[in-house]
């Protein structure tokens, strides 16, 4: 059973939503995201998604997309991602990771799978990567034990989402609302309807992102899904307060509403 | 072409293409497909764009022989495909009509546009202003600047401009916040999008729609020398006129097809956009093709003096033309481009696009080398001189204060390299890798 697997069972048997919490690599330095994601972890997150720095986040809102900017400008390196996967494992919850397909690509989609499962990472989700392009990284994963997680979205016909599903392991990523990252002040009722049909066609755990920034908000999600993903709202902690215990109390007040 | 079908299935050309975009897109491609597809089978959906092209682009526009120009091109025939006479001034408005009329046909009342030079924009603009729809164009604040012309004209049109200051602030960054908006709004909004890049359908779409050029050009040609050109020069940015010319030539094996990128400062100083020289497989806005990247897969930041090819990414079906060695491609300068451009100007009285300059500075070069394979410039009664056909993919207005800031016109100074470039060398030598 995989590393996912036995954390959704677990947040299932305890009757509550897995929280979920992105951050992205080497934001805003590699030494406070290692330390970021150790914060995280502590503080309630039970899988975190360390995000890979990207030139092009076409997926992403103006928070992730300047964090990623300035990883970028103050030197990341890809192989740092495993750096924080390892960090992630050590302080207790489940990494995974989160990149646009590039720079997986170029790195070569089976070392990246060795070196991830190497730092103990339990997969990765591809937000611009859908299973019809994706056999090199099936295969790379199924070679390495990791979960492929896919995203689904409100404009996904029923033929997608069953054809996606069953290509994800460990969780299905649900997009809520048509959009980019970044906080809202309503997570809305298209992502109720939208479980609804993907439960329809799948067993495996659901995660719904794009939007949640509160506690509150997470236990609004928490009642229907069975994961919260929580990525602008985090990173704007760390913008904001870089001695982490802004992020600290955004991550112990959101692990409270996923438990509500 | 004899050898391998350039698509094995749908929106793949070999290893090239493809669809790598957010799921939450994948709807709207597939709409998009069926709708182009039902549209060309559909006779009345045909005669409209047949309609426009003529009535409203000026379709078939003409095809001129330069003499004058040949002349400093070893004395090879040069005849130019005068897309710079289109309806807004460049080969743009061939595929946004196309796709102007489909987002009319799929009920959507809205169509977003990236925009470099500006062209693609005002075409863009253009088409919504005439079928009644809302228009959006995103444009890197630094092609703002240096296209601050064609800013206007869109404004004039009444579409939104919207300058975009993340990443580099070019051409790229235009296109991640189309991309951002069109997942948004993909209910009400087509994504059109002005090139041969991005996911299935967009770069055959957009090829069939400038197919036109080609089939326009290779007729004219017949019809006025009786035989098939011996190269076709396009400059290549996402490379939609090189492909428009391109692909009605594609099985006629004695015709080279040859693309110009943007050479920058040259390929070694790193500051280019030629993606055949600096670049690697990979993904970028969609599709697998060459991308100009780092050791991490990053993108890299690229310079041209043409606004139109400063990209880090070119279209699939030309990365396949490419590895399969039906075309080739090579670099030629922001000094090789101007060159070129000032040369057309003087010796024949039309002001190309600067993206177009480069195809022209290529025309030259390769004119040169044959005639210095054949032992000497051709005799303009030489029968059998070589025949090149150059597609003028636009005109140069937009490019006014760039060329005269650049000749060191701005303050009534004449162009001071005038005699210079009429004599012995207006071109400078290929970089590395002649033809
Ligand atoms: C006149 C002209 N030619 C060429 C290009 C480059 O585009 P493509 O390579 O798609 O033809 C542009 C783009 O802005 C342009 O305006």
Request: include cysteine; aromatic fraction near 6%; proline fraction near 5%.
């Given at each position: 059973?995989?590393?996912?697997?036995?954390?959704?069972?677990r947040?299932r048997?305890?009757?509550r939503a897995?929280?979920?919490?992105?951050?992205?690599?080497?934001f805003?330095?590699?030494?406070?995201?290692?330390?970021?994601?150790?914060?995280l972890?502590?503080?309630?997150?039970?899988?975190?998604?360390?995000?890979?720095?990207?030139?092009?986040?076409?997926?992403?809102?103006?928070?992730?997309e300047?964090?990623?900017?300035?990883?970028l400008?103050?030197?990341?390196?890809?192989?740092?991602v495993?750096?924080?996967?390892?960090?992630?494992?050590?302080?207790?919850?489940?990494?995974?990771?989160?990149?646009y397909?590039?720079?997986?690509?170029?790195?070569?989609?089976e070392?990246?799978?060795a070196?991830?499962a190497?730092?103990g990472?339990?997969?990765?989700?591809t937000?611009?990567?859908?299973?019809?392009e994706a056999?090199?990284?099936?295969?790379?994963?199924?070679?390495?034990?990791?979960d492929?997680?896919?995203?689904?979205?409100?404009?996904?016909?029923?033929?997608?989402?069953?054809?996606?599903?069953?290509?994800?392991?460990?969780?299905?990523?649900?997009?809520?609302t048509?959009?980019?990252?970044?906080?809202r002040?309503t997570?809305?009722?298209?992502?109720?309807?939208?479980?609804?049909?993907?439960?329809?066609?799948?067993?495996?755990?659901?995660?719904?992102?794009?939007?949640?920034?509160?506690?509150?908000?997470?236990?609004?999600?928490?009642?229907?899904?069975?994961?919260?993903?929580?990525?602008?709202?985090?990173?704007?902690?760390?913008d904001?307060?870089?001695?982490?215990?802004?992020?600290r109390?955004?991550?112990?007040?959101?692990?409270?509403?996923?438990?509500? | 072409?004899?050898?391998?079908?350039?698509e094995?299935?749908?929106?793949?050309?070999?290893?090239?293409?493809g669809?790598?975009?957010?799921?939450?897109l994948?709807?709207?491609l597939?709409?998009l497909?069926?709708?182009w597809?039902?549209?060309?089978?559909?006779?009345?959906?045909?005669?409209?764009?047949?309609?426009l092209?003529?009535?409203?682009?000026?379709?078939?526009?003409p095809?001129?022989?330069?003499?004058?120009?040949?002349?400093?091109?070893?004395?090879?025939?040069v005849?130019?495909k005068?897309?710079?006479?289109?309806?807004?001034?460049?080969?743009?408005i061939?595929?946004?009509?196309g796709?102007?009329?489909?987002t009319?046909?799929?009920?959507?009342?809205?169509?977003?546009?990236?925009?470099?030079a500006?062209?693609?924009?005002?075409?863009t603009a253009?088409?919504?202003a005439?079928?009644?729809l809302?228009?959006t164009?995103y444009m890197?604040?630094?092609?703002?600047?240096?296209?601050?012309?064609?800013?206007?004209?869109m404004?004039?049109?009444?579409?939104?401009?919207?300058?975009v200051?993340?990443?580099?602030?070019t051409?790229?960054?235009?296109?991640?916040?189309?991309?951002?908006?069109?997942?948004?709004?993909?209910?009400?909004?087509?994504?059109?999008?002005?090139?041969?890049?991005?996911p299935?359908?967009?770069?055959?779409?957009?090829?069939?729609?400038?197919?036109v050029?080609?089939?326009?050009?290779?007729?004219?040609?017949?019809?006025?020398?009786?035989?098939?050109?011996?190269?076709?020069?396009?400059?290549?940015?996402?490379?939609?006129?090189?492909?428009?010319?391109?692909?009605?030539?594609?099985?006629?094996?004695?015709?080279?097809?040859?693309?110009?990128?943007?050479?920058?400062?040259?390929?070694?100083?790193?500051?280019?956009?030629?993606?055949?020289?600096?670049?690697?497989?990979?993904v970028?806005?969609?599709?697998?093709?060459y991308?100009?990247?780092d050791?991490?897969?990053?993108?890299?930041?690229t310079?041209?003096?043409?606004?139109?090819?400063?990209?880090?990414s070119?279209?699939?079906?030309?990365a396949?033309?490419?590895d399969?060695?039906?075309?080739?491609?090579?670099?030629?300068?922001?000094?090789?481009?101007?060159e070129a451009f000032?040369?057309?100007?003087?010796?024949?009285?039309?002001?190309?696009?600067?993206?177009?300059a480069?195809?022209?500075?290529?025309?030259v070069?390769?004119?040169?080398?044959?005639?210095e394979?054949?032992?000497?410039?051709?005799?303009?009664?030489?029968p059998?001189?070589?025949?090149?056909?150059?597609?003028?993919?636009?005109?140069?207005d937009?490019?006014?204060?760039?060329?005269?800031?650049?000749?060191?016109l701005?303050?009534?100074?004449?162009?001071?390299?005038?005699?210079?470039?009429k004599?012995?060398?207006?071109?400078?030598?290929?970089?590395?890798?002649?033809?």
């Amino acid at each position: 059973m995989s590393a996912l697997s036995e954390v959704f069972d677990r947040c299932r048997a305890e009757g509550r939503a897995a929280l979920v919490g992105y951050l992205p690599a080497g934001f805003p330095d590699l030494e406070t995201s290692l330390a970021a994601v150790r914060v995280l972890a502590e503080a309630g997150a039970d899988v975190v998604e360390v995000g890979v720095p990207y030139t092009d986040p076409l997926m992403d809102g103006p928070v992730i997309e300047r964090a990623a900017s300035r990883a970028l400008a103050g030197g990341f390196r890809l192989p740092q991602v495993f750096d924080l996967v390892r960090a992630v494992r050590e302080a207790g919850a489940v990494p995974v990771v989160m990149s646009y397909w590039n720079p997986v690509l170029h790195y070569g989609p089976e070392r990246f799978a060795a070196d991830l499962a190497a730092a103990g990472g339990a997969g990765m989700i591809t937000p611009d990567l859908v299973p019809d392009e994706a056999d090199a990284w099936l295969e790379a994963a199924r070679a390495h034990d990791l979960d492929p997680v896919f995203l689904v979205a409100p404009s996904s016909t029923d033929a997608r989402l069953r054809s996606t599903t069953q290509a994800c392991r460990g969780f299905v990523y649900v997009a809520s609302t048509m959009g980019v990252t970044g906080t809202r002040t309503t997570v809305g009722g298209s992502a109720a309807t939208l479980v609804e049909r993907v439960r329809a066609v799948t067993d495996l755990p659901l995660c719904v992102g794009l939007g949640v920034s509160d506690g509150a908000q997470a236990a609004e999600v928490a009642a229907f899904a069975d994961g919260v993903i929580v990525g602008s709202a985090l990173v704007r902690a760390v913008d904001e307060d870089p001695t982490l215990e802004g992020l600290r109390a955004v991550t112990a007040d959101l692990a409270a509403g996923v438990r509500r | 072409m004899s050898g391998p079908t350039a698509e094995p299935r749908p929106g793949r050309f070999g290893a090239f293409g493809g669809r790598y975009v957010p799921e939450a897109l994948v709807a709207a491609l597939e709409e998009l497909e069926e709708a182009w597809h039902e549209a060309m089978a559909d006779p009345d959906f045909v005669a409209e764009l047949d309609r426009l092209q003529r009535d409203y682009t000026g379709r078939p526009n003409p095809l001129t022989e330069v003499p004058r120009f040949a002349e400093h091109a070893g004395g090879a025939r040069v005849f130019l495909k005068r897309e710079d006479l289109n309806h807004t001034g460049s080969h743009k408005i061939n595929n946004v009509l196309g796709q102007a009329l489909l987002t009319v046909r799929m009920g959507k009342t809205r169509v977003i546009a990236e925009t470099g030079a500006g062209q693609h924009g005002v075409a863009t603009a253009t088409a919504a202003a005439l079928l009644g729809l809302d228009c959006t164009v995103y444009m890197g604040e630094v092609d703002t600047r240096r296209q601050a012309l064609n800013v206007a004209r869109m404004r004039l049109l009444g579409a939104e401009v919207v300058p975009v200051a993340t990443g580099s602030a070019t051409l790229k960054d235009a296109i991640n916040e189309a991309m951002r908006d069109w997942v948004t709004t993909v209910e009400r909004t087509h994504y059109l999008l002005g090139t041969v890049t991005g996911p299935h359908p967009f770069p055959t779409m957009v090829r069939d729609f400038h197919a036109v050029i080609g089939r326009e050009a290779r007729e004219q040609l017949l019809e006025r020398t009786g035989r098939l050109p011996d190269a076709v020069c396009a400059c290549v940015g996402g490379g939609s006129n090189a492909m428009g010319i391109f692909h009605p030539f594609r099985d006629d094996e004695q015709v080279r097809l040859l693309g110009f990128e943007a050479g920058g400062d040259g390929v070694a100083s790193g500051r280019h956009a030629s993606r055949f020289s600096g670049g690697e497989p990979g993904v970028l806005h969609g599709a697998a093709s060459y991308v100009l990247q780092d050791e991490d897969g990053q993108t890299l930041p690229t310079h041209s003096i043409s606004a139109g090819l400063d990209y880090p990414s070119v279209g699939p079906e030309h990365a396949f033309l490419h590895d399969s060695g039906r075309a080739t491609y090579a670099p030629v300068t922001d000094t090789e481009a101007m060159e070129a451009f000032a040369l057309l100007s003087r010796t024949e009285g039309i002001i190309p696009a600067i993206e177009s300059a480069h195809a022209l500075a290529g025309a030259v070069r390769v004119g040169r080398e044959l005639a210095e394979a054949a032992g000497g410039a051709f005799a303009a009664d030489d029968p059998d001189r070589p025949v090149i056909l150059v597609n003028l993919s636009g005109r140069g207005d937009k490019d006014v204060d760039t060329a005269a800031r650049w000749f060191g016109l701005v303050d009534g100074e004449d162009l001071v390299e005038a005699e210079a470039l009429k004599a012995a060398e207006p071109v400078a030598e290929a970089e590395g890798s002649g033809w």
